[in-house]
């Protein structure tokens, strides 16, 4: 036990040096997610309400029984050739201003921003086609309520540091507004993904310090970023053992009676005979070397003794493992296995014990060798 | 500050679970059967344009497929039914048979189905499911980790897996953002407040690691 009490400390003491600066990151930034407002966090600020089907309007749809949309099984799939072995999986019929077009999907993942192939048919004429930047911009002037100058759109590849997990390209629309918007929609069918402003990038940051998410990619579960990788589940790892061994170091503490919790417990009165060499003086004798000191009752006599500036000689700090605190009580005490251990049972028969065993409030007078100066002065000024 | 301590071990707890953990796992994502099958255009005689013609309301379209077979998914606004791609007849809402059958299909597992109901109102939901997905058949198979599947009533859709390891993650989040209610609210006073003890905590465990080692050294140097 005792030798376990010395491991939480050094673990303890070595973790934190690696953990505390992300602890600290990890505080703070959580402290910001619980006072953030979530509502600008989400940067839709300026983003207008747009139904999922790009504001179809209720004549369009009425008369889209009048449109004569080609059969699915008509189109020619054949321009699918840039990925042959792609199964189809899925024809969505998608309205881009007003107009219907077939979404022909042959990979998508659970989440819309794994990677997705599919191309863009004309449902009318059937043909193979692709958004122009002018639809794309009508759309995005759509979407966006802040009145500034939208940029021309602009086809970019993943990855995007607006929005990391996405690993399909994306159409971005600028605005020219102070809070930097960014507008995003899909490159194949136009749909607004997601506006990105300044605030929602604070946001990010966070969570990527939060996440750890450094770019030191190891051990991904999948490139999207995110929480799973290899360096904070080591540093997880490393702060929960921080916390384990913290909360073992309290408990131990707490028993030993060394914390500040006994601040409102009486003290006990002790005598202490000290010399600063060998021998120990005789318990009995009315030594002039004598001082009466008040101590903690229940914190260990190693420390009691050593907040009164009483160093006794010790190689483990009160481990009980170096055999070093002895001194003499004048009652007798008893043996506790530490001693039996560390101490020859002719000096244990004599009355020899480890002041780090027992606690203040066992003892009332005793005699002991002191270590350091301080000792010395403090118990000369003293006595 | 014991209360901030136990909090360290709960943080540091929960967050070992969650990023150890692959999310997609959690969301059980691995419980479905990889689907393979194409579409095959051939066998669909129904296009578009006849829906429409045949359903005014509707405003969208999807083809896809239920078990193999094709499916339009008709959205009608408020509503969504399904259509028999190679037949273009209505099809039915999902029955209790049917969903048995779709859940077996889709389960990446052969455990036998352990409980099977339909959920149709948020009184009677799970917390573990989105009230959007209503109505739905809850499918309960016997396998480790209480799979469980939710149906649509309406398209047949597998709109949400759950297992254990989604549920303890759902319960680690709770300790792990200090909501012990709901577990949906991030912005609660208990959090700031033991957040920003431990903020204190740390600063002050800070200094006395360099006093420590400020220690060590000089009894080193001794
Ligand atoms: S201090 Fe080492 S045994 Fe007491």
Same mark, same amino acid.
């Given at each position: 036990?005792?030798?376990?009490? $010395?491991? *939480?400390?050094?673990?303890?003491?070595?973790?934190?040096? =690696?953990?505390?600066?992300?602890?600290?990151?990890?505080?703070?930034?959580?402290?910001?997610?619980?006072?953030?407002?979530?509502?600008?966090?989400?940067?839709?600020?300026?983003?207008?309400?747009?139904?999922?089907? =790009?504001? !179809?309007?209720?004549?369009?749809?009425?008369?889209?029984?009048?449109?004569?949309?080609?059969?699915?099984?008509?189109?020619? $799939?054949?321009?699918?050739?840039?990925?042959?072995?792609?199964?189809?999986?899925?024809?969505?019929?998608?309205?881009?201003?007003?107009?219907?077009?077939?979404?022909?999907?042959?990979?998508?993942?659970?989440? *819309?921003?794994?990677?997705?192939?599919?191309?863009?048919?004309?449902?009318?004429?059937?043909?193979?086609?692709? !958004?122009?930047?002018?639809?794309?911009?009508?759309?995005?002037?759509?979407?966006?309520?802040?009145?500034?100058?939208?940029?021309?759109?602009?086809?970019?590849?993943?990855?995007?540091?607006?929005?990391?997990?996405?690993?399909?390209?994306?159409?971005?629309?600028?605005?020219?507004?102070?809070?930097?918007?960014?507008?995003?929609?899909?490159?194949?069918?136009?749909?607004?993904?997601?506006?990105?402003?300044?605030?929602?990038?604070?946001?990010? $940051?966070?969570?990527?310090?939060?996440?750890?998410?450094?770019?030191?990619?190891?051990?991904?579960?999948?490139?999207?970023?995110?929480?799973?990788?290899?360096?904070?589940?080591?540093?997880?790892?490393?702060?929960?053992? =921080?916390?384990?061994?913290?909360?073992?170091?309290?408990?131990?503490?707490?028993?030993?009676?060394?914390?500040?919790?006994?601040?409102?417990?009486?003290?006990?009165?002790?005598?202490?005979?000290?010399?600063?060499? =060998?021998?120990?003086?005789?318990?009995?004798?009315?030594?002039?070397?004598?001082?009466?000191?008040?101590?903690?009752?229940?914190?260990?006599?190693?420390?009691?003794?050593?907040?009164?500036?009483?160093?006794?000689?010790?190689?483990?700090?009160?481990?009980?493992?170096?055999?070093?605190?002895?001194? !003499?009580?004048?009652?007798? !005490?008893?043996?506790?296995?530490?001693?039996?251990?560390?101490?020859?049972?002719?000096?244990?028969?004599?009355?020899?014990?480890?002041?780090?065993?027992?606690?203040?409030?066992?003892?009332?007078?005793?005699?002991?060798?002191?270590?350091?100066?301080?000792?010395?002065?403090?118990?000369?000024?003293?006595? | 500050?014991?209360?901030?301590?136990?909090?360290?071990?709960?943080?540091?707890?929960? @967050?070992?679970?969650?990023?150890? #953990?692959?999310?997609?796992?959690?969301?059980?994502?691995?419980?479905?059967?990889?689907?393979?099958?194409?579409?095959?255009?051939?066998?669909?005689?129904?296009? #578009?344009?006849?829906?429409?013609?045949?359903?005014?309301?509707?405003?969208?379209?999807?083809?896809?497929?239920? #078990?193999?077979?094709?499916?339009?998914?008709?959205?009608?606004?408020?509503?969504?039914?399904?259509?028999?791609?190679?037949?273009?007849?209505?099809?039915?809402?999902?029955?209790?048979?049917?969903?048995?059958?779709?859940?077996?299909?889709?389960?990446?597992?052969?455990?036998?189905?352990?409980?099977?109901?339909?959920?149709?109102?948020?009184?009677?939901?799970?917390?573990?499911?989105?009230?959007?997905?209503?109505?739905?058949?809850?499918?309960?198979?016997?396998?480790?980790?209480?799979?469980?599947?939710?149906?649509?009533?309406?398209?047949?859709?597998?709109?949400?897996?759950?297992?254990?390891?989604?549920?303890?993650?759902?319960?680690?989040?709770?300790?792990?953002?200090?909501?012990?209610?709901?577990?949906?609210?991030?912005?609660?006073?208990?959090?700031?407040?033991?957040?920003?003890? @431990?903020?204190?905590?740390?600063?002050?465990?800070?200094?006395?690691?360099?006093?420590?080692?400020?220690?060590?050294?000089?009894?080193?140097?001794?």
């Amino acid at each position: 036990m005792a030798s376990f009490k $010395l491991k *939480a400390a050094w673990v303890h003491k070595w973790l934190s040096l =690696l953990v505390g600066i992300q602890l600290l990151i990890w505080l703070v930034t959580g402290l910001y997610f619980n006072l953030m407002d979530a509502e600008k966090a989400s940067g839709n600020e300026l983003r207008a309400a747009m139904p999922s089907n =790009l504001a !179809l309007k209720e004549t369009t749809r009425r008369d889209a029984f009048f449109l004569k949309m080609l059969p699915v099984n008509e189109l020619a $799939l054949g321009e699918r050739a840039s990925h042959p072995t792609e199964p189809l999986k899925k024809i969505e019929l998608v309205w881009v201003l007003e107009h219907p077009y077939y979404h022909v999907i042959s990979r998508q993942g659970p989440h *819309a921003y794994q990677p997705r192939s599919s191309l863009l048919f004309d449902a009318v004429s059937g043909n193979r086609t692709a !958004l122009t930047p002018a639809q794309i911009s009508q759309i995005a002037n759509s979407s966006y309520t802040g009145g500034s100058a939208l940029s021309r759109p602009e086809l970019i590849q993943p990855p995007f540091s607006d929005y990391a997990a996405q690993q399909n390209p994306m159409w971005k629309v600028s605005a020219n507004d102070k809070n930097n918007t960014a507008i995003y929609l899909d490159s194949v069918t136009g749909q607004v993904i997601k506006h990105v402003n300044d605030d929602a990038r604070l946001k990010a $940051l966070m969570f990527k310090l939060h996440f750890m998410d450094y770019g030191l990619h190891f051990m991904d579960y999948d490139s999207s970023g995110g929480f799973n990788h290899g360096l904070i589940i080591i540093f997880a790892i490393s702060a929960l053992m =921080l916390s384990v061994s913290g909360i073992i170091l309290l408990v131990q503490r707490y028993q030993k009676g060394s914390f500040s919790l006994s601040i409102f417990s009486k003290k006990r009165s002790v005598s202490v005979i000290y010399s600063s060499a =060998l021998p120990f003086s005789d318990i009995h004798s009315n030594s002039s070397a004598t001082l009466t000191v008040k101590l903690d009752p229940k914190s260990s006599l190693f420390r009691g003794l050593s907040r009164e500036g009483i160093h006794l000689s010790s190689l483990c700090d009160g481990a009980g493992t170096c055999g070093k605190c002895k001194f !003499l009580a004048d009652n007798h !005490l008893a043996i506790t296995p530490a001693e039996k251990v560390n101490l020859p049972s002719s000096e244990l028969d004599k009355g020899y014990r480890l002041a780090c065993q027992h606690k203040c409030s066992e003892v009332s007078k005793i005699s002991v060798i002191t270590v350091g100066s301080s000792a010395g002065s403090s118990a000369g000024n003293s006595g | 500050m014991a209360a901030v301590g136990l909090q360290f071990l709960l943080w540091t707890f929960t @967050g070992v679970y969650m990023v150890s #953990m692959d999310i997609h796992y959690i969301h059980g994502e691995s419980l479905i059967k990889p689907q393979s099958t194409t579409l095959n255009l051939s066998s669909v005689k129904v296009s #578009m344009s006849t829906l429409f013609a045949q359903y005014p309301n509707a405003s969208n379209f999807t083809l896809t497929q239920l #078990m193999g077979s094709p499916i339009y998914i008709v959205s009608t606004g408020s509503s969504k039914f399904i259509v028999d791609g190679s037949t273009g007849v209505r099809k039915p809402s999902i029955d209790e048979e049917t969903a048995r059958e779709i859940a077996q299909f889709y389960y990446v597992k052969s455990d036998a189905i352990e409980n099977t109901r339909l959920i149709q109102s948020s009184a009677e939901m799970p917390a573990e499911l989105s009230s959007r997905y209503l109505p739905v058949w809850q499918v309960e198979f016997e396998g480790i980790a209480n799979p469980t599947f939710y149906i649509s009533q309406q398209t047949g859709e597998v709109v949400t897996k759950r297992h254990d390891y989604w549920r303890i993650f759902d319960w680690m989040w709770r300790f792990h953002i200090m909501d012990y209610d709901d577990g949906e609210n991030v912005a609660n006073w208990f959090l700031f407040i033991i957040a920003a003890l @431990g903020v204190a905590a740390v600063l002050s465990g800070s200094v006395l690691l360099i006093v420590r080692f400020g220690e060590a050294r000089s009894e080193h140097t001794r």
